[in-house]
């Protein structure tokens, strides 16, 4: 596998740069982006008791340090608030749970926090967790499919609005075909490379860290590109955010934390995501180091409404979004870099 710029190094400088992150300084900062406005809510609100329903993920690492270190519970226990955590599966599950109310707060890639946003569901973005190259293409080791113009025709694995599905259409495009070129079978990630495995589908348009995974025990990567992956996004229902956004604070607080224990303690958090995943521990440590960038700012801002405005038409090429109108009503209301911008590390003990 060609490794991305997401090395060591930059986990390790990282740990020095946060406090530079927080002040929204470098790429993805709030400045001349249409963000949605900071909570209407006093600014005092103290929450009193109830539970924050919040996503952990596989994809999302930090919320593994998060959960895993007990970070909220501790930041929570003198409001008598109880953290309920709610495994996702995939960024189209985290939407559902959102969309729902079972969750407050939920982890997914940039593209299906726009495609649920346009399609009406009421979530802001409060956070940036990384900046993934998590999605590629990949076929069977002995697979006689070397190019993905060999995949016209072909029976194809991918998660629908998920970041792999997109992925898929946009490496179709590049490479001149289209979804009327293949047959996509729209199953869950895991059950995406068990297709593959056992011969269902011809290739998989995969997500870590699975995917990482498959590339060592039988799986050839047939293509990435970091460019059409887009970021990980910590998105809250708005209701959350208006009726209780000093917990919103406390939950992207806990979040800078973890960003800055992650890029010091790579083998740990590597550790966490090994265990979960029931993956191997130099996988795992591949994903984080390799293909995980945590050294971003975690304030919303310009560079992700770049990523969106280019998959944004896609949407409506693909009929998951009915206008155009549409996905430009939703870039400029999902984003709220409030919290983030106000976001302080060091309120979260260990």
Not at 199 to 222: C, F, K, Q, R, Y
Not at 231 to 243: D, Q, R
Not at 325 to 344: G, H, K
């Amino acid at each position: 596998m060609r490794k991305t710029p997401f090395g060591i190094a930059a986990l390790v400088a990282g740990a020095t740069s946060v406090a530079l992150l927080l002040s929204g300084c470098v790429a993805g900062e709030s400045s001349g982006a249409a963000a949605a406005p900071a909570s209407a809510a006093p600014s005092g609100t103290v929450t009193e008791g109830g539970t924050l329903n919040i996503d952990y993920a596989t994809y999302n690492p930090l919320s593994l340090v998060i959960k895993n270190n007990g970070w909220l519970e501790q930041a929570l226990k003198g409001q008598n608030i109880t953290v309920n955590w709610v495994k996702s599966a995939g960024s189209n599950k985290a939407n559902q749970a959102l969309l729902s109310g079972a969750i407050d707060v939920g982890s997914t890639a940039g593209s299906a926090a726009l495609l649920a946003k346009a399609n009406g569901s009421g979530i802001q973005v409060i956070d940036i967790f990384s900046q993934p190259n998590w999605a590629a293409l990949v076929v069977p080791a002995n697979s006689a499919i070397k190019t993905v113009a060999d995949l016209k025709g072909k029976s194809i694995a991918a998660t629908k609005g998920t970041d792999p599905y997109f992925f898929l259409v946009q490496a179709l495009a590049a490479n001149g075909l289209s979804l009327d070129d293949v047959t996509v079978q729209n199953l869950q990630h895991a059950d995406g490379w068990a297709a593959l495995q056992n011969g269902s589908v011809d290739a998989w348009s995969g997500l870590d860290p699975i995917l990482s995974n498959a590339l060592t025990t039988g799986a050839t990567e047939l293509y990435q590109n970091v460019d059409f992956n887009s970021y990980g996004f910590l998105n809250a229902n708005e209701s959350f955010v208006k009726a209780k956004p000093d917990v919103a604070q406390t939950v992207v607080n806990a979040y800078e934390h973890a960003r800055a224990w992650a890029i010091s303690n790579p083998t740990e958090t590597a550790g966490y995501l090994a265990t979960e995943a029931a993956i191997d521990p130099a996988v795992a440590t591949t994903v984080i180091t390799d293909r995980t960038n945590l050294d971003v700012s975690p304030v919303p801002g310009d560079a992700q409404l770049s990523v969106l405005k280019t998959i944004g038409p896609i949407f409506v090429q693909t009929g998951d979004v009915a206008s155009q109108d549409l996905i430009d009503t939703a870039l400029t209301t999902i984003e709220n870099p409030t919290f983030a911008e106000a976001a302080d590390p060091n309120a979260i003990g260990e």
